[in-house]
């Protein structure tokens, strides 16, 4: 083939690939494959230099500034990292080094951290500014974001610099992005793929309490600045955790590159004994001078390197293929395969996650399957060792019917799940939806767990959630397990949840896609369940952050007998269905439509109160200042560039007693 086309057409496919990965935060190809091909690329460009381009990929850190945030200049350029995949990449590296710089050379390895990199600057203590690393050159201003995140000191101890910018990654640990996805399937809707891309997604959110929400964590590691008196990369380490960031205890200072591959070996082997994911091991030399001396390529600094694990992988032999059935009706394909220790853990199941995940693969029953575990709890199938194929296997046909109840499953236009449309009747689906229905953040039904629920439903005592409110003493004492104490805590329960607020009553009643954001934005502006019920799809969609699949969702929910009847039974039975008279008291409209910036130190009310009272007006508070802003509302200590911004804008800038007038109106 042409070298010159070759070289074009891996550009323009890499290319492609930096801004699944980077912007839309949905790559398409393992980090691996990436990896492999950039490594491709860049031989033939060094081969052939007469095709050297600045702005090829291998030029070119990977990440793109987006237009929602306010693009920022970072004083000092953000680089990535070299990769290396193997023992003898490291060594040659040891080489390079030895060649540039006297002396001894010691090495700190440090974990490769697998989020989204992140500058802050802090001035005099405090943060100031929290940036992406962009193209390296600018970034997105996260500012708002990222002070929502509990490890990130807002005011340092300690001495620190007077101004200096510190630079680590934002991740989501385990444990929180298995909580997120495990309430994103339960509402019905496709769970994250996989830490990482959920950790850099969630900086990008419009809206800072969402981020609140998130567990994310940011872990630190370089300090850049003028006059920072710092002298080794080990220094960096111990004087940011004394000023109070967050510096995991796992990096070491090292000797030589045999211990550096004492470490790797070590963590490729342990790594998943850490609350978050690392994709490698970062080694950087020392010494800040023998740094200062190997300096940078377009890229990446020469004195530090990535080794990168790669993803434990095993093959097995994919026994059958079930379907489950979530609480919404969402068909979820499972692969049950011959036990496999992957990653420290016996792997029998694995997700498949929809019909068109199975075509692609071609994964059939019988074959012997490569199985991954990366970020995801739940391992999945990435591919099928097609030489040990039986050669009279048939393609998977997708399930035609819902294995629960029999009815013919359907697949809504431009939706990768399928659905078993037998909502009142379909098993799993009435138990799911009452254990929904009772569960802590719905209305939290104390003494009923969701084992009883299925129970209940087994035994013929209940059908829906309305049917809890008929349930008396005498029924549930002869089921299993139920003393007399336990069935009184049960009633008890089911009597206080009359007191839940509405709006977890909406979230309670399991309409698909309405989370807990959701219930409480239509909550607050629709007041009661009567105006919700007789709500269009139109008036829905105008709503802030509503879009065409929740109001749909909405529409249809309530366009059914059972659903309406569900509801009317709950107000008999004096169900929450309308916002306190409480709430309501202190909630108007005037300030409908207006959008506004709070920034500097209040007197009166804190900056939440402040932002409170904006919502609960019916006005909407923003990060940053825009032409869309309306009133910047400037406390004491504002910092000067919001001042500028809006000045220049000419915006209206009020005080917080002003702004307090116009909320006694
Ligand atoms: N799958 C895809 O389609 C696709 C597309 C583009 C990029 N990628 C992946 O992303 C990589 C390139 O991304 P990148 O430029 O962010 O580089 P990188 O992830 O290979 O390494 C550089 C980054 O590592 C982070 N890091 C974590 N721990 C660190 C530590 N202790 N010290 C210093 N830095 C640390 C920093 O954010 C730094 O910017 C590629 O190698 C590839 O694996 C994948
Ligand atoms: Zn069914």
């Known amino acids: 083939m042409d070298i010159e086309l070759k070289i074009k057409e891996l550009r323009e496919e890499l290319q492609k690939h930096n801004y699944n990965y980077y912007v839309l935060d949905k790559p398409e190809i393992s980090d691996y494959d990436f990896d492999m091909k950039l490594e491709e690329l860049q031989k033939l460009e060094e081969q052939n230099p007469q095709f050297r381009d600045e702005n090829s990929p291998t030029q070119r850190v990977g990440g793109a500034i987006t237009k929602n945030f306010a693009t920022v200049e970072h004083e000092f350029r953000m680089y990535s990292l070299s990769n290396s995949y193997s023992k003898e990449e490291l060594e040659e590296w040891e080489n390079r080094i030895r060649k540039v710089v006297d002396g001894e050379v010691k090495y700190v390895c440090e974990l490769k951290y697998d989020g989204a990199s992140i500058s802050l600057t802090y001035e005099n203590g405090s943060l100031i500014k929290a940036v992406t690393r ?30 200096f910018h510190i630079r680590g990654e934002i991740v989501l640990p385990y444990e929180g992005f298995a909580q997120m996805n495990a309430e994103r399937v339960d509402l019905g809707e496709e769970p994250y793929a996989n830490p990482r891309n959920t950790a850099s997604g969630s900086l990008k959110l419009q809206d800072s309490a969402e981020v609140a929400r998130r567990p994310l964590e940011c872990l630190l590691y370089s300090i850049t600045g003028n006059n920072t008196g710092i002298t080794s990369q ?30 790797i070996n070590y963590w490729d082997h342990h790594r998943h004994d850490l609350p978050y994911e690392t994709d490698g091991v970062v080694i950087k030399v020392d010494n800040i001078h023998q740094q200062e001396e190997l300096g940078h390529t377009a890229k990446s600094p020469r004195w530090a390197m990535a080794y990168k694990f790669k993803a434990e992988q095993e093959s097995t032999k994919l026994k059958k293929i079930t379907y489950q059935v979530g609480r919404t009706g969402a068909i979820t394909p499972v692969a049950n395969l011959a036990p496999v220790q992957l ?5 029998k199941r694995a997700s498949l996650h929809n019909a068109d995940q199975i075509e692609k693969l071609d994964v059939r029953e019988g074959d012997t399957v490569f ?22 296997s048939e393609p998977t046909s997708y399930a035609a019917n819902c294995p629960e109840c029999g009815t013919e499953l359907i697949r809504n236009k431009g939706e990768a799940q399928h659905y078993c449309p037998n909502t009142n009747g379909c098993p799993p689906q009435i138990i799911g939806r009452i254990q929904h229905y009772i569960s802590r953040k719905a209305m939290d039904i104390e003494g009923l767990g969701g084992e ?22 005498e029924d549930v004492l002869p089921l299993e397990r139920m003393a007399e104490k336990s069935a009184d805590n049960l009633i008890k329960g089911i009597e206080n949840s009359k007191a839940i607020p509405f709006e977890r009553v909406l979230f309670a009643l399991g309409i698909r896609y309405v989370g807990e954001t959701v219930a409480k934005k239509l909550a607050k502006h629709f007041k009661n369940i009567d105006s919700i019920m007789s709500a269009t ?13 929740i109001a749909w969702s909405v529409v249809d929910f309530f366009s059914n007998k059972a659903n309406r009847e569900n509801v009317s039974r709950l107000k008999e039975y004096g169900i929450q269905l309308e916002i306190s008279a409480e709430k309501l008291a202190n909630q108007t409209n005037i300030l409908e439509g207006k959008i506004f910036v709070i920034s500097g130190v209040f007197n009166q009310v804190s900056r939440n109160d402040a932002k409170k009272l904006i919502e609960d007006n019916g006005g909407k508070v923003s990060g940053s200042i825009s032409s869309k802003t309306n009133y910047l509302v400037a406390g004491e200590n504002m910092g000067p560039s919001k001042l500028a911004k809006a000045e220049k804008l000419g915006t209206q800038i009020i005080s917080e007693d002003d702004f307090l007038k116009m909320l006694e109106n």
């Open 234 to 263: 080990y220094e960096v380490l111990e004087k940011a955790r004394s000023w109070g960031f967050k510096v995991p205890a796992e990096s070491e200072l090292k000797n030589s590159i045999e211990e550096v591959l004492e470490y």
């Open 537 to 549: 799809e139109e008036e829905l969609v105008n709503l802030d952050e509503i879009g065409e699949r």
């Open 371 to 392: 199985v991954e575990k990366g970020g995801e709890i739940i391992p999945k199938i990435v591919g099928v060792d097609f030489t040990k194929r039986d050669p009279d």
């Open 343 to 347: 990653a420290g853990t016996t792997v």
């Open 452 to 473: 009883t629920v299925a129970l209940l439903v087994k035994a013929g005592l209940i059908e829906n959630y309305a049917d809890l409110y008929t349930l008396k003493k």
């Open 134 to 163: 962009g193209d390296g050159f600018q970034g997105d201003d996260v500012t708002n974001n990222v002070r929502t995140i509990r490890s990130v000191p807002l005011k340092l101890k300690g001495d620190y610099p007077e101004k």
